[in-house]
């Protein structure tokens, strides 16, 4: 009979833990480097210095598009533009004393869009975002609109964890939003009439790259016979 396989000795399980130890450490310390890191904000319209910021006041855009019952469509440029404008910025809670909010830009691609908070923390700059997209369903009761607050999954293969934003520059999972989820509700808490206007009051909502395609008017009959999402 063969000899049984000896177990691996002690010193060789304490050398492979210690490596484990090390890989783990090595990890952990490359995410809070690229969580210090800053963004690069320069692809958002609206940001670079030489951009022409469009001063038409989209509160008053949004409406006439309900009301009169046309689509719309805005720019990345147009919408950072106006999000310069109109906001003024403050950072509370206990960070307060050690940090500003110094602005707030949007970055749209297909399929989703990020929230990107622009501050400064302890003297340096810094960058939270959240992805948002999109998903409308038809049902019985009429046309519904869902805000998921992710960018979809890392991998196409991998549905979970989905992508909840950047600190940083580190992708985050969606569950670290809980983190930085009151910053975003106090954020979405200055622009009520803008997100019943934008979401609540659209039948058709679209995020493609460098547009937010808005359309209030009921989907056709041949569209509405179409399950899924648009």
Request: overall charge negative; hydrophobic content about 40%.
């Amino acid at each position: 009979m063969a000899d049984a396989p000896k177990p691996p000795s002690r010193g060789c399980t304490a050398k492979l833990a210690a490596l484990l130890l090390l890989v783990t450490v090595v990890g952990l310390g490359a995410a809070l480097y690229f969580t210090i890191l800053p963004q690069d904000l320069d692809d958002i319209g609206g940001y670079a210095p030489g951009d022409r910021l469009v001063a038409r006041n989209l509160t008053t855009v949004l409406a006439n598009s309900v009301e009169r019952g046309y689509p719309l469509e805005l720019t990345e440029t147009e919408i950072n533009g106006w999000l310069r404008n109109v906001l003024v910025m403050k950072q509370g809670g206990r960070l307060e004393e050690n940090a500003t909010l110094d602005g707030v830009r949007v970055r749209l691609e297909d399929g989703h869009a990020e929230i990107i908070m622009e501050r400064t923390l302890f003297g340096k700059p810094h960058t939270i975002s959240m992805f948002v997209s999109i998903e409308q369903m038809e049902s019985e009761e009429g046309l519904k609109t869902q805000v998921h607050l992710h960018g979809g999954p890392y991998h196409e293969d991998l549905p979970q964890p989905t992508r909840g934003g950047r600190f940083g520059q580190l992708v985050v999972p969606q569950g670290f939003l809980l983190l930085v989820m009151p910053s975003f509700k106090e954020l979405a808490a200055r622009f009520p009439e803008e997100i019943r206007l934008g979401f609540e009051e659209m039948s058709r909502i679209t995020i493609k790259e460098d547009r937010l395609v808005l359309d209030p008017r009921p989907p056709t009959r041949d569209e509405t016979a179409l399950p899924g999402t648009f």
